[in-house]
Nanobody
């Protein structure tokens, strides 16, 4: 399984970005895809997760600004990020969990300038 993230970059505070992550390989329908992030000097933290049927879980602190969605036909998960703040600066990682194991993307940098 391979996960490839895209959509990161530099944005001003208050702006928006949409991250995408496409999965390829042996993908089973019963999986959970998610987004995590890791800021310098901090532990990786959960942003949101979404099941194949569309059920979602969000980190409380990010609910309302970030929205996760997925397109099962494309094996792609998205993260819409609005009202971005400098503290959102981090490397954002996509994940996929299925019975064969847990998989991670290489990460995409998001930098929010003040």
């Amino acid at each position: 399984v391979q996960l490839v993230e895209s959509g990161g970059g530099l944005v001003q505070a208050g702006g928006s970005l949409r991250l995408s992550c496409e999965a390829s390989g042996s993908i089973f329908s019963m999986n959970v895809m998610g987004w995590y992030r890791q800021a310098p000097g901090k532990q990786r933290e959960l942003i949101a997760r979404i099941t194949g049927s569309g059920s979602t879980i969000y980190a409380d602190s990010l609910k309302g600004r970030f929205t996760i969605s997925r397109d099962n036909a494309k094996n792609t998960v998205y993260l819409q990020m609005n009202s971005l703040k400098p503290e959102d600066t981090a490397v954002y990682y996509c994940s996929l969990q299925q019975h064969l194991g847990d998989y991670w993307g290489q990460g995409t940098q998001v930098t929010v300038s003040s």
